[in-house]
């Protein structure tokens, strides 16, 4: 495949990256701009991907660790770039990141009504947990 997988680059990937999220993921809530998981992410580290194919942003992907677990979040790729394995090869690039920083085991979350993606986290080793999620945003 002739893509790559690189760490973000805010001064090369910023504004592709957000036309990318806006498309795959809509963002109705104001808390979920962008910009604004952007700016926050790279403040705090590097666990953050792209898949390029001459500049142009094909996917994303990122990761948190905290010490205990490690999340994934923004698994986003392109609609004409699907279906050759590039969700599957950024997973793969940041699950052993996490796995090189220690981390044993990953927590993801997905709208339980989003049948494709849970399909695709399965067909990736993914089993659902008996977990709820809970979540409050801070005002």
């Known amino acids: 495949m002739p893509d790559t997988i690189i760490t973000y680059d805010d001064t090369r990937h910023r504004e592709r990256v957000m036309a990318l999220w806006r498309e795959i993921f809509g963002y109705p809530a104001a ?18 991907w792209v898949a390029e194919d001459g500049g142009e942003v094909l996917g994303t992907i990122m990761a948190g660790y905290d010490g205990h677990r490690g999340w994934i979040y923004s698994l986003a790729v392109a609609p004409d770039s699907r279906g050759r394995g590039l969700g599957s090869r950024l997973l793969d690039h940041a ?45």
């Open 95 to 139: 699950l052993a990141a996490l796995k090189a920083r220690g981390c044993v085991k990953v927590n993801l979350q997905i709208l339980e009504s989003n049948e494709a993606v849970r399909r695709f986290y399965e067909a990736n080793g993914f089993i659902a947990e008996p977990r709820l999620s809970m979540g409050k945003v801070l005002k």
């Open 31 to 48: 808390y979920n701009d962008p910009a604004f998981a952007i700016d926050r992410k790279i403040a705090v580290d590097d666990l953050f």
